[in-house]
């Protein structure tokens, strides 16, 4: 997928109400190409790309929570997302319902203001693993099958499962700490993820912790792994950290402020940490700088690499930008409000991106 080489221009947009802070996810919706988001409101959408109906929201749900995070699409094209009762629901586009729900955790309330009313949201975007199966942060990292029933979850409550052999259980925490970042699932099944505790932590495919690394701020950032299997990370002092799959440290960079969206990688394993500071850092394989490119604004978007290397990614100065592989703007174009949520690229090179304003637009 090649996003537009050019300044692009608004296709369609729709209003929704309230603001678009995740990822488009695009799937289909009765046999077409569709993108599907959340809003703030709790209310979850599905609009075809192209067509007669292209722009017009075909697909309208409503659920008793904010969405912040973005949709996943499992393996028979449900979209599954979590909102901030914490729930997980997993959508069929085609019938236009809710064909199941999970509470995760036991935060009471389950909406509050605070850290504990945010506990257990699964905010962070589920993942589907290579073989199926959903996993997403909440209080902790949760392992669904794909009928939304939990097949384990770490760390385990005090209580929740007893050690057998009547020694401590490392697995067992007595208050799990928030997970805010989409898991990052290795083809083997392994798993890395950072928590809002400050580490950054591996587990094998059954839930059991491999290795943890102390960042010591919350580590928001999903990672995201090198060919090498190397993982990268980043945390809220904007330090990006390199481990080796044993859990060894490879290297350090430190950007100017947090890095909280995303990291993203590039074919060539380039590494890209958009931090609020305002900068977007290309960082090669080995930790050093490769270029950086400074925006008007903080950037909590998460940057996207398209097939041919550009790079796209929105601002809170209401700008999304298009670079280069080596760093130089393509093209920016104005959006009314902050720009958050990342772009998705169509199949065509359409891109879809929600903001602030809680239009989500169409651009070529």
């Known amino acids: ?10 296709v369609w947009e729709v209003e929704l109400g309230a603001a678009i802070t995740g990822t488009p996810a695009l799937a289909t919706l009765q046999g077409e190409p569709a993108a599907f988001v959340g809003t703030h409101a709790g209310r979850f959408v599905g609009v075809p790309l192209a067509g007669p109906q292209a722009g ?6 409503n659920v008793p929570g904010l969405i912040w995070g973005s949709p996943a699409v499992d393996g028979e094209g449900r979209l599954i997302v979590g909102a901030d009762d914490d729930v997980l629901y997993a959508i069929d586009p085609d019938a236009a319902a809710i064909v199941w729900r999970r509470r995760l955790g036991a935060c009471e309330p389950p ?3 605070g850290p504990e009313g945010s506990r257990c949201d699964p905010d962070g975007g589920p993942t589907i693993g290579p073989g199926g199966g959903i996993y997403v942060g909440a209080d902790g990292i949760y392992h669904l099958d794909d009928d939304g029933t939990i097949r384990w979850h770490f760390p385990k ?3 929740e499962e007893p050690d057998r052999e009547g020694g401590a259980d490392p697995g067992i925490a007595a208050r799990a700490a928030h997970v805010g970042a989409a898991p990052l699932v290795a083809a083997d099944g392994s798993l890395f993820v950072g928590a809002q505790d400050g580490g950054l932590i591996a587990l094998d495919r059954e839930g059991a912790l491999r290795w943890r690394v102390e960042l010591g701020p919350d580590v928001d950032a999903a990672p995201v792994m090198l060919s090498s299997g190397v993982v990268v990370a980043a945390a809220d002092d904007g330090r990006v950290i390199a481990v080796d799959p044993a859990g060894a440290l490879r290297w350090t960079f430190t950007a100017g402020r947090d890095v909280r969206a995303p990291l993203a990688v590039a074919a060539d394993d380039t590494i890209y940490a958009a931090a609020l500071d305002g900068v977007l850092y290309a960082i090669r394989p080995d930790g050093a700088l490769r270029w950086s490119y400074a925006a008007g604004d903080a950037i909590a978007s998460a940057p996207i690499v398209d097939a041919e290397g550009s790079v796209y990614f929105g601002a809170r100065d209401d700008f999304i930008r298009a670079l280069d592989r080596r760093g130089r703007e393509r093209w920016r174009y104005e959006l009314p409000e902050d720009v958050d949520a990342a772009v998705a690229i169509a199949e065509d090179g359409l891109l879809i991106v929600g903001c ?5 637009r169409a651009l070529r």
């Open 1 to 10: 997928m090649v996003g537009p080489a050019a300044a692009p221009s608004v």
């Open 111 to 113: 909406r509050a203001p």
């Open 56 to 61: 017009r929201v075909a697909l309208d749900l």
């Open 157 to 159: 409550e005090a209580g």
């Open 356 to 360: 602030d304003d809680g239009v989500l």
